[in-house]
């Protein structure tokens, strides 16, 4: 059975960052691409960063560019999310995903495993 474990959420200041990670357990569990979606409250969910296998394509969503990476460490089943510069706006329950190939990366019904997700706080 596939589970997607997120942590490293906390709270932060503006301006701070934090680094969150999502572990993979599963047999033979390396799926195609990983990803992290978040859900602000009474927002619906949205996308913010995706990697592919590999590692060398990343996605990002047009309010986290250049603030967030994304990265992957396969050995490990693992994905991180490292955010820093971080906004009030940013504020919400984390969530990894998981996906085979093909399909829209930023469409959340590409998604087939999900975590429980980690909240993140933000505040001015």
């Known amino acids: 059975q596939v589970q997607l474990v997120e942590s490293g959420g906390g709270s932060v200041q503006a301006g701070g960052s934090l680094r969150l990670s999502c572990a993979a357990s599963?047999?033979?569990?390396?799926?195609?691409?990983m990803a992290w979606f978040r859900q602000g409250l009474g927002k619906e969910r949205e996308f913010v960063a995706a990697?592919?296998?590999?590692?060398?394509?990343?996605f990002y969503g047009d309010s986290v560019r250049g603030r967030f990476t994304i990265s992957r460490d396969n050995a490990k089943n693992a994905v991180y999310l490292q955010m820093n510069s971080l906004k009030p706006e940013d504020t919400g329950v984390f969530y990894c995903?998981?996906?085979?190939?093909?399909?829209?990366?930023?469409?959340?019904?590409?998604?087939?495993?999900w975590g429980q997700g980690t909240q993140v706080t933000v505040s001015s």
């Open positions: 990697v592919t296998r590999s590692g060398y394509s990343t």
């Open positions: 599963g047999r033979s569990f390396n799926p195609y691409l």
């Open positions: 995903a998981a996906a085979g190939p093909g399909g829209s990366v930023r469409d959340q019904r590409e998604y087939n495993y």
